[in-house]
């Protein structure tokens, strides 16, 4: 059995993974989930990753550990990568960066917005962010209705703050992409993973949000990775 470790992304919580959470641990599987305090000004990705390694550290560091990273939680993924022993990473809708790289340097560094941009007029949506349109338009009424509750304020500080790993470990790399994904278009994750990674993504039916959309989609892929 595994040791999943899940980073949610960008003023979240571990709350974004509630439904996949219960589909792991059905499964026998140890899943821990923890939140990185994001509304913190205190906080940077070096505390972020600091949380995440306490959290393994307090489950023994076990030596089967799937870190899934979210979003931006790929940038303390990377920093947790360097800290402990990971056996698999998955990247899930997710901000790859390079070496050195900020999250605020990651959107123009990518063309993230010109991308989201070029999706939202061939798909006849709104071309100007906001939440409802880009994060939340494919999750069903039960989620929708707390999903507040859990979204909260992104500390500015840690956009600027570069992430300082040098290479991503010899270990099995997946990346998961939502098909419907609004806000990081399939095309766009497709190219990324290419560039940063050399991988190929393998795709599911779901939004940015695929753990709420999805869970059992994402849980399923997950698990075949084992």
């Not at 919580?13 to 990185?36: C, I, M, S």
């Not at 959107?107 to 349109?133: C, L, M």
């Not at 095309?187 to 795709?203: G, I, N, T, W």
Request: with cysteine.
């Amino acid at each position: 059995m595994a040791t999943f470790v899940l980073i949610h992304g960008a003023g979240s919580d571990g709350w974004y993974w509630h439904r996949v959470t219960p589909l792991l641990e059905a499964r026998g599987h140890a899943v821990l989930a923890p939140d990185l305090g994001s509304g913190d000004d205190a906080r940077g990705l070096a505390e972020y990753a600091g949380v995440v390694v306490d959290a393994i550290d307090a489950a023994g560091r076990p030596d089967d550990v799937v870190l899934v990273a979210q979003s931006m939680g790929a940038f303390t993924a990377a920093l947790v990568c360097a800290r402990v022993r990971v056996g698999i990473l998955v990247f899930v809708n997710a901000m790859i960066p390079i070496p050195g790289e900020t999250p605020k340097a990651w959107w123009e560094n990518t063309g993230s917005i010109e991308a989201r941009t070029a999706a939202a007029r061939r798909g006849g949506y709104n071309a100007r962010f906001d939440p409802a349109t880009y994060f939340l338009h494919d999750l069903p009424p039960e989620v929708l209705a707390h999903a507040d509750e859990h979204q909260g304020e992104q500390s500015e500080v840690v956009f600027s703050e570069p992430c300082r790993f040098d290479t991503w470990p010899q270990i099995p790399i997946h990346v998961i992409a939502g098909r419907d994904d609004r806000f990081f278009p399939i095309d766009f994750q497709r190219r990324m993973a290419r560039d940063r990674l050399h991988a190929e993504v393998d795709e599911l039916s779901g939004g940015h949000l695929v753990a709420l959309s999805n869970p059992r989609g994402l849980v399923d892929r997950l698990l075949a990775y084992l």
